[in-house]
């Protein structure tokens, strides 16, 4: 089982930016999806970004021209960038990767806009 390890979350004010890191304990190459979701409270956790396959990005409708999802095979992490963001954005964050038929979360990590 992949174990993935996210840091970046915390408290900006509205139109601020942050970047979340997930770093996984193994290889990524051959991933069939990795990114990242979120979950604000009273809410189903919805997909924000999200690598499919080796070439395919899909987002959020809530966060296009926002955010960036990228990675980095070399250290096995990807990377949101977050820019632009809103109060609506609260939420904790969740990476998330499939692999060989097998999914991994981390354990999430808070993100907080002030208005």
């Known amino acids: 089982q992949v174990q993935l390890a996210e840091s970046g979350g915390g408290l900006v004010q509205a139109g601020g930016s942050l970047r979340l890191s997930c770093t996984a304990s193994?290889?990524?190459?051959?991933?069939?999806?990795m990114g990242w979701y979120r979950q604000a409270p009273g809410n189903q956790r919805e997909e924000v970004a999200l690598f499919t396959g080796a070439s395919a990005t899909n987002y959020g409708d809530s966060v296009k021209g926002r955010f960036t999802l990228s990675r980095d095979y070399a250290k096995n992490t990807v990377y949101l960038q977050m820019n632009s963001l809103k109060p609506e954005d609260t939420a904790v964050y969740y990476c998330?990767?499939?692999?060989?038929?097998?999914?991994?979360w981390g354990q999430g990590t808070q993100i907080t806009v002030s208005s």
């Open positions: 998330y990767i499939k692999k060989f038929g097998r999914e991994s």
């Open positions: 193994g290889s990524i190459f051959g991933a069939s999806a």
